[in-house]
């Protein structure tokens, strides 16, 4: 993700939006553009699919503005808005999500194994993705590939943090099970 100049936190740029600012707004979607279309990428598997729901993801954002709590943070409320957004997605498809859990593209290391190994290994990740329950594949996406800590991940799914501890854990462990198997 690429920051924008602007020092200002996402909530300050949020309430200054709130209060009228249309560059904040700007500032904003600089920020989460990216993030955003990757989170949505992963979960639907199509590039303009993903381009489509971020813009959605910013629309409900602009919508609502008026209804975000000041003394709250911006990112789980926001990527809240987004996953909702790609359940409805495929809600409105009444099909199980495709994922593609590929990473951003990342400078090859020499030392790494030959291109055909590793999109073996990514395939092989995906797939065992793909078999988790979605509760578990959420949370794995968005504490693995996101970074989001625990905290900000029961806020974006409506858990307690304790239970998506448990459903991080569970992933974690069938992963290792399905990707150890034969």
Do not use: C, K
Not at 22 to 31: I, K, M, N, Q, T
């Amino acid at each position: 993700m690429v920051e924008s100049p602007d020092p200002r936190s996402d909530e300050q740029l949020m309430a200054a939006y709130v209060d009228g600012d249309a560059a904040a707004f700007e500032v904003l979607f600089a920020r989460y553009a990216d993030v955003l279309y990757r989170l949505a990428r992963r979960r639907v598997g199509s590039d303009d699919d993903a381009r489509d729901l971020v813009q959605q993801t910013m629309l409900h954002l602009h919508r609502a503005r008026h209804d975000f709590r000041r003394d709250s943070r911006l990112r789980p409320w926001l990527f809240t808005i987004a996953m909702n957004l790609v359940r409805e997605y495929h809600r409105r498809r009444g099909r199980r999500p495709e994922h593609s859990v590929e990473r951003e593209p990342e400078v090859p290391d020499p030392a790494d194994q030959p291109d055909s190994a590793r999109r073996e290994r990514v395939a092989r990740v995906r797939a065992a993705l793909e078999r988790l329950p979605v509760q578990q594949r959420e949370v794995i996406e968005l504490h693995w590939f996101e970074e989001s800590p625990y905290e900000e991940i029961a806020t974006i799914v409506g858990a307690s943090v304790a239970a998506v501890r448990v459903r991080a854990h569970r992933g974690y462990q069938r992963l290792r099970e399905i990707l150890a198997g034969p």
